[in-house]
Nanobody, 123 residues
Framework: VQLQASGGGSVEYGGSLRLSCAAS????????MAWFRQAPGKEREFVAA????????YYADSVKGRFTISRDNAKNTLYLQMNSLKPEGTAVYYC?????????????????WGQGTEVTVSS
């Protein structure tokens, strides 16, 4: 699976951005996909995950109610709608995929990774 993330940019406090992750190379029916982020000087952390078939989702507490993960089956694309952004949301955002059933939250549980897209939130 090849993953290509895009949509990052600079936004002010309280603003919105939508990230995209285009997937190619495999049929994603048996996959879980996720977004992680890595802020400067910090470890990469889980943001949200979605099961491609069925659409079950799981979110980190820090983004629950503000971020929405979704996918478009026809376009083989994963999305992350980010609303009410805060400065602590400044990070490089990565999409990830793994052929699994459970909605995993750990970095090491995902085999395929995109290259990352940078988000900067100014106060």
């Amino acid at each position: 699976v090849q993953l290509q993330a895009s949509g990052g940019g600079s936004v002010e406090y309280g603003g919105s951005l939508r990230l995209s992750c285009a997937a190619s190379g495999r049929t994603l029916g048996s996959y879980v996909m996720a977004w992680f982020r890595q802020a400067p000087g910090k470890e990469r952390e889980f943001v949200a995950a979605i099961r491609w078939t069925g659409g079950s989702t799981y979110y980190a507490d820090s983004v629950k109610g503000r971020f929405t993960i979704s996918r478009d089956n026809a376009k083989n694309t994963l999305y992350l709608q980010m609303n009410s952004l805060k400065p602590e949301g400044t990070a490089v955002y990565y999409c990830a995929a793994d052929r699994r059933f459970g909605l995993a939250t750990m970095n090491e549980e995902y085999y395929y990774w995109g290259q990352g897209t940078e988000v900067t939130v100014s106060s």
